[in-house]
């Protein structure tokens, strides 16, 4: 992979606030650099920022970049002075990619003039709400010392109306333990958000939590979390909860949805309204200067940025965080928590979470409650693994359908979807594309918002074709290259307004660009290779969110290239199948269906989260393959089941001793004898502590594996 872009930028457009929240990160911490900075960003500093991101988009060629505005409070710019924010970073950017506005508000100024504007840039209000009024005035009063319930639900209303519902992101709160969970809970869902989002109070070594004084609970913020989780299962999970949602997708081997938690890199740049680059605006907290880079927008680009020592640290995964955490069984979950958190005078950064037994408890607490004992039949049968990562599929396209509707691009292409899944013979192939190993990314990204759309309107236009169902669809496509999944790419003369239309001599495509020139249309098709006596792989080199290795993928390949690739992967196959007979038949065998070509070097990857495809070097060696491909069958089987099912509660010790048992046991079965037997020691050790561990944690679906396991192993001893 790339290093991480930066696909998020939190812009300052003014840097005053008219409430006084007493747990304010921006005015009641350490850092105290807005008192210098300008009230309200300039024409000159926008004009910067617009150009230095759009310099970077094209050098980067994102697909789609977020910007969130923000404060201060963002509203005190005025109508007029946001819609001028609102159209310069739509002129420079949505020729480029696609473009997803958003504002981050306390909501008290809220009004029609304010939702005018948003409606014209499609821009994505977040609104501050800290629960009911008592919960809420505990700490957001304005300056003179007024209560802002009521100037807050007047405006959560004025979204909540048909007409502006579309603009309604969700609600962000704060938690204090001093708060009824349960009421707060409930106040925020009876607004009927689309998402909600608990924070926890920044805080840090040196500046403890409230809550965390001696004597109390030992986990104070875990208990009150887990009241609320468990209120918002009882009430079937309304909406999404981005804490809960993080912690329940990374237990299940799934990606960190949020930077609070998890070991995904961050994607985040701060721009104040003096066209200073930042770090994170939480690190305000840690000390004075702590979120400063040193550079600017007039000196510096977003690249400059990226490569910021700061930036880089909140890049580097498993091993960013402190050695306690790396040696912590949540840490995939937790990820040392957000990073303002772990500071101190004495060590820095290098720290658990100040909230460290908080996060743990909340992590295992959310793992107990949620694991599944039972025997999940797709432990024996490959079949129904396929078919359950299908469900994961369609259930994620129905989230993103409560997410996106009421946009009439997107309400159009589902009334497609819906007439192609009413028929056994259309819904095949709508299955087909929505088992595309790389369209679970495309559909994780659109919960986050719309700037995805056009590929998902192409997504649909391809099961549209594969099912030979007569349609129309058209969007505003942001960039040149149009990703038919399964099929190949359509590469426009410019970007521009598409219509796609589906007829019985098949798909047409016309379309004007920004300035009503007629586009013109190349197609490239997807190649696929044909294995002898097993399935037909697609070889993929094109698809937008194919870069999900660990390794960097490759650049699309010359036709004589990927006819060679091709023809090398089907000798591959063959040398397998003769080395190893009938291994297709084997209950670890990879059901790959789709490769991607990987730059020289990489050997062969299974992909992440993308059941399905295998990523295999441009330069791969016969050898090499056939010694690895099998290893990898169970690494994939393994990662395939934990997104359906438990194995073991999730976050403990005993998933980690399973994959280590398997992959023991794969590598003795093709080592020589002299290699294999401390292979398959350390596989007996792995599989005797889970089985005579105090604390069993194995789930019935994890114990068939482990007896699976023992009985590989007495075929390879003997």
């Known amino acids: 992979m790339r290093d991480p872009a930066i696909q998020q930028l939190v812009l300052k457009i003014h840097s005053r606030c008219d409430l006084a929240c007493d747990h304010c990160y921006v005015y009641e911490a350490s850092d105290q650099s807005w008192r210098s900075r300008p009230t309200v960003i300039s024409e000159e500093t926008l004009d910067q920022v617009a150009r230095r991101l759009t310099e970077y988009v094209l050098a980067r060629n994102l697909e789609s970049v977020t910007v969130i505005l923000h404060g201060g409070e963002p509203l005190l710019a005025g109508p007029a002075r946001l819609r001028r924010i609102c159209a310069e970073l739509t ?55 007024r209560s802002s319930y009521d100037r807050v639900l007047r405006a959560v209303e004025l979204l909540r109306l048909p007409e502006h519902r579309h603009l309604y992101q969700g609600l962000l709160c704060t938690v204090d333990v001093a708060n009824d969970p349960v009421a707060v809970h409930d106040a925020l869902t009876s607004l009927d958000p689309p998402r909600i989002d608990y924070l926890l109070p920044h805080s840090t070594w040196d500046t403890p939590p409230p809550g965390h004084e001696p004597g109390g609970p030992a986990t104070p913020y875990a208990d009150w979390l887990l009241k609320v989780f468990d209120r918002w299962e009882e009430q079937g999970r309304p909406m999404p909860v981005r804490t809960f949602e993080s912690v329940l997708s990374t237990l299940r081997g799934g990606p960190s949805l ?15 309204t003096d066209g200073t680059f930042e770090q994170a605006d939480s690190l305000k907290t840690a ?31 498993i091993a960013g965080v402190s050695e306690t955490c790396r ?71 129905t989230r993103v359908n409560a997410a996106l509707a009421g946009g009439p691009e997107w309400d159009a292409a589902w009334r497609v979807l819906v007439e192609l899944d009413s028929d056994g013979a259309t819904a095949a192939h709508l299955n087909t594309v929505l088992a595309h190993p790389y369209l679970r990314a495309l559909l994780r990204r659109c919960l986050d918002g719309p700037a ?17 169902t007569e349609t129309t669809l058209t969007w505003h496509q942001p960039g040149r290259d149009l990703h038919l999944p399964t099929l190949g790419t359509l590469r426009l003369s410019a970007p521009g307004r598409v219509v796609c239309a589906v007829t019985a001599s ?19 098709p997807l190649e696929a290779t044909e294995l002898t006596d097993g ?59 789709t ?32 010694r690895e491909l099998p290893l990898l069958g169970r690494s994939s089987r393994l990662a395939a089941l934990r997104e359906i099912t438990d194995l073991n509660v999730p976050g403990s010790a005993a998933g980690r001793l399973l994959d280590e048992a398997s992959a023991c046991v794969g590598r003795a079965g093709a080592a020589r004898s002299a290699t294999a037997e401390p292979l398959l020691r350390r596989a007996r050790e792995a599989l005797d502590t889970l089985a005579s561990s105090s604390e069993h944690q194995l789930t019935e679906s994890g114990g068939y594996l482990a007896t699976e396991l023992r009985t590989e192993l007495a075929v390879v001893h003997g």
């Open 91 to 145: 002129r420079a950017l949505a020729p480029v990619t696609a473009l997803d506005l958003r504002i981050h508000t306390n909501a008290v100024r809220l009004n029609r003039d304010h939702l005018r504007v948003f409606d014209e840039f499609g821009v994505k209000v977040g609104i501050s709400l800290d629960g009911d009024r008592v919960a809420n005035d505990r700490h957001r009063l304005d300056r003179r010392g």
């Open 258 to 272: 949020t930077e609070a938690l998890g070991l995904a890199p961050s994607d985040l740049a701060v721009i104040e």
């Open 287 to 317: 000390y004075e200067g702590a979120p400063a880079t040193g550079y600017d927008v007039f000196r510096h680009g977003f690249a400059e940025f990226a490569e910021h020592p700061g930036v880089r640290a909140r890049q580097s995964g």
């Open 327 to 397: 040696r912590c069984p949540v840490v995939e979950s937790c990820g040392g928590g957000l990073y303002a958190h772990r500071y101190s005078s004495e060590k820095g950064f290098d720290n658990p979470s100040v909230f460290c037994a908080d996060l743990r408890g909340l992590v295992e607490g959310i793992a107990e409650r949620i694991t599944e004992r039972a025997l999940h039949p797709a432990v024996s049968d490959a079949e129904e693994l396929r078919l359950s990562q299908l469900e994961l599929d369609r259930a994620l396209l």
């Open 452 to 468: 995805d759309l056009p590929q998902l309107m192409a997504a649909v236009t391809a099961a549209a074709v594969l099912a030979e």
């Open 506 to 524: 098949g798909l047409q495509v016309r379309g004007t660009d920004d300035d009503g020139t007629e586009l013109t249309v190349e197609w490239r």
């Open 535 to 593: 399935p037909t792989l697609l070889i993929d080199d094109a698809d937008p969110y194919r870069d999900c290795f660990e390794a960097p993928v490759a650049d699309p390949l010359s036709p004589s290239d990927l006819a060679l690739f091709g023809k090398r992967l089907r000798a591959a196959h063959e040398a397998l199948d003769s080395q190893e007979p009938g291994w297709r038949k084997g209950a670890n065998a990879p059901l790959v269906t």
């Open 595 to 626: 490769v991607t070509p990987l730059a020289a070097g990489s050997g062969l990857r299974l992909g992440t989260h993308a059941f399905g495809a295998l990523g295999v070097a441009v330069d791969f060696e016969s050898d090499e393959f056939v």
